[in-house]
């Protein structure tokens, strides 16, 4: 099974910071890799497909890059709302979904 | 658009069988994957299994020997059974949508195991 590993677990930052979040793949998934938003009580909120596609209705200070085994998700900008946790997710190889760690981004 | 809705008990004793309904609204049940997740709490997100409207079924390895997913499109709902819970298996649960490799999540149902 393809293992997702992302970095770092958790980081802090200042509303206005720029925010990048790192996911890597044990093996080549191509540009198959979704991002996620999850704030605290709620379902995850898919932001970024395919890798670098903006999901409707996400704002444009989130981009997503990478292809192969290396992917970032950068948030521009950071506002208020943006303080959440993200997780990357592959779609290379389904069954079984897996998802990384999960990056928890704090005030500072 | 498309909404799932889980339902079933909130809590469940040790040793028993888990279940869960996903209702979905807005779309056929009889398309796309319909998939189980769930989330303990604190941590990350664990896939459960997939089911196609077919019946076809996968199921992650490490939990296979006690789940059971099904569908019932007549209801357009798929079922999750999780059997011999233990304290380990208190999460939220969310039933998604599956398309394209890409989850399209419910709102999550929290199910704790406690005597």
């Known amino acids: 099974d393809i293992q997702m590993t992302q970095s770092p677990s958790s980081l802090s930052a200042s509303v206005g910071d720029r925010v990048t979040i790192t996911c890597r793949a044990s093996?080549?998934?191509?540009?198959?890799l979704n991002w996620y938003q999850q704030k605290p009580g709620k379902a995850p909120k898919l932001l970024i497909y395919a890798a670098s596609s903006l999901q409707s209705g996400v704002p444009s200070r989130f981009s997503g890059s990478g292809s192969g085994t290396y992917f970032t998700l950068t948030i521009n900008s950071l506002q208020p709302e943006d303080f959440a946790t993200y997780f990357c997710q592959q779609s290379y190889n389904t069954p079984p979904l897996t998802f990384g760690g999960g990056t928890k981004v704090e005030i500072k | 658009q498309v909404q799932l809705q889980e339902s079933g008990p909130g809590l469940v004793k040790p040793s028993e069988t888990l279940s869960l309904t996903c209702t979905v609204s807005g779309a056929s049940i009889s398309s796309h994957y319909w998939t189980w997740i769930r989330q303990p709490p604190g941590k990350g997100l664990e896939w459960i299994g997939f089911i196609y409207y077919s019946g076809s079924t996968y199921y992650n390895p490490s939990l296979k020997s006690r789940v059971t997913i099904s569908v019932d499109t007549s209801k357009n709902q798929f079922f999750l059974k999780l059997s011999s819970v233990a304290a380990a298996d208190t999460a939220v649960y969310y039933c998604?949508?599956?398309?394209?490799?890409?989850?399209?999540w419910g709102q999550g149902t929290t199910v704790t195991v406690s005597s």
């Open positions: 093996q080549s998934i191509a540009s198959y």
């Open positions: 998604a949508r599956v398309e394209e490799g890409t989850v399209y």
